[in-house]
């Protein structure tokens, strides 16, 4: 493998990395400046060997299906992909041969089409994006950014054949919340799927995310369900096996002085112990969220 190669050969390691999200623009700006970069040394002066690392482990991979099509359909393999397991960060670095960049978005088509909603959400889409999607445009004359921004959002949604526990590490993060004079950190998942059937869908919903919710080292969840099959539609369930952590999310998000998520409380069958609503405030993701759940 080159990077062993490059140990013993005392040849620097410059790896480019993303975000621990490893969603689409950290992933394919990782790879594409890695490639620059690369390209961009002089043949008798390749002293270096830049390695695109996804910030994952190789697991997690099947899980981040919108990043999974996009490299596949470019002719990327799994097996071409250096993953977090696969290079040791800290050896490189006590033998002095890293050098690290880290990367976050990127100009680049597929990643600006999702992070803009094909550039028709304006309150996302800055000049910059346009003028790079339509220099693509020029380059490429088979280039069809409505058909790209398609596919990939039907990868992206796509869940089937993923455990409950792998839909909840598909598109998570976390918030930090002080409570009762300790602070909770709380999983907030994104599931693209009707709250309804998540819950008809998957057995023994409480004891699994229990589980996971160990594993995350955290106390509560709040999970944010979008169902896009005719209009979007919003929906969260909220969870702690610790009563008082429930009522005070609860009662935040509820009365929340800074937006009004329109909560509207709903039964949802096999969901007992969780809190449901429809949120019709289809508007507020968790961007919105995030901050809100900080501030309350």
């Given at each position: 493998?080159?990077?062993?190669k490059a140990i013993t050969?005392?040849?620097?390691?410059?790896?480019?990395?993303?975000?621990?999200?490893?969603?689409?623009?950290?992933?394919?700006?990782?790879?594409?400046?890695?490639?620059?970069?690369?390209?961009?040394?002089?043949?008798?002066?390749?002293?270096?060997?830049?390695?695109?690392?996804?910030?994952?482990?190789?697991?997690?991979?099947?899980?981040?299906?919108?990043?999974?099509?996009?490299?596949?359909?470019?002719?990327?393999?799994?097996?071409?992909?250096?993953?977090?397991?696969?290079?040791?960060?800290?050896?490189?670095?006590?033998?002095?041969?890293?050098?690290?960049?880290?990367?976050?978005?990127?100009?680049?088509?597929?990643?600006?089409?999702?992070?803009?909603?094909?550039?028709?959400?304006?309150?996302?889409?800055?000049?910059?994006?346009?003028?790079?999607?339509?220099?693509?445009?020029?380059?490429?004359?088979?280039?069809?950014?409505?058909?790209?921004?398609?596919?990939?959002?039907?990868?992206?949604?796509?869940?089937?054949?993923?455990?409950?526990?792998?839909?909840?590490?598909?598109?998570?993060?976390?918030?930090?919340?002080?409570?009762?004079?300790?602070?909770?950190?709380?999983?907030?998942?994104?599931?693209?799927?009707?709250?309804?059937?998540?819950?008809?869908?998957?057995?023994?919903?409480?004891?699994?995310?229990?589980?996971?919710?160990?594993?995350?080292?955290?106390?509560?969840?709040?999970?944010?369900?979008?169902?896009?099959?005719?209009?979007?539609?919003?929906?969260?369930?909220?969870?702690?096996?610790?009563?008082?952590?429930?009522?005070?999310?609860?009662?935040?998000?509820?009365?929340?002085?800074?937006?009004?998520?329109?909560?509207?409380?709903?039964?949802?069958?096999?969901?007992?112990?969780?809190?449901?609503?429809?949120?019709?405030?289809?508007s507020a993701s968790r961007k919105v969220l995030?901050?809100?759940?900080?501030?309350?």
């Amino acid at each position: 493998m080159a990077i062993s190669k490059a140990i013993t050969s005392a040849i620097t390691i410059h790896v480019v990395v993303g975000n621990e999200a490893c969603d689409l623009d950290s992933a394919v700006c990782a790879i594409c400046l890695a490639f620059a970069l690369n390209q961009n040394q002089k043949q008798n002066e390749r002293r270096t060997v830049y390695v695109p690392l996804l910030n994952i482990s190789r697991k997690d991979y099947r899980i981040r299906t919108e990043v999974k099509y996009l490299l596949e359909n470019v002719g990327i393999a799994e097996e071409d992909l250096c993953f977090l397991e696969d290079i040791n960060l800290r050896l490189l670095h006590e033998k002095k041969l890293l050098k690290i960049t880290l990367v976050d978005f990127n100009t680049f088509a597929g990643a600006i089409l999702i992070d803009t909603t094909c550039l028709e959400d304006r309150s996302k889409t800055t000049e910059k994006d346009i003028n790079i999607v339509d220099e693509i445009e020029k380059q490429f004359v088979d280039f069809d950014r409505n058909a790209l921004y398609n596919n990939i959002l039907v990868a992206k949604d796509q869940i089937s054949g993923l455990t409950l526990e792998e839909i909840l590490r598909k598109d998570l993060k976390f918030a930090d919340k002080m409570i009762n004079n300790h602070m909770v950190k709380i999983a907030i998942p994104v599931i693209r799927i009707n709250i309804h059937d998540f819950f008809e869908e998957n057995s023994d919903v409480e004891g699994r995310i229990k589980k996971q919710l160990e594993m995350f080292n955290s106390s509560a969840l709040i999970i944010m369900f979008m169902d896009t099959k005719v209009n979007l539609r919003r929906f969260i369930a909220v969870y702690s096996y610790e009563n008082d952590i429930l009522e005070k999310l609860i009662n935040g998000l509820v009365n929340s002085k800074t937006v009004d998520l329109k909560f509207q409380k709903i039964i949802v069958k096999n969901s007992e112990n969780f809190i449901c609503f429809e949120q019709l405030n289809i508007s507020a993701s968790r961007k919105v969220l995030l901050p809100l759940i900080e501030n309350f």
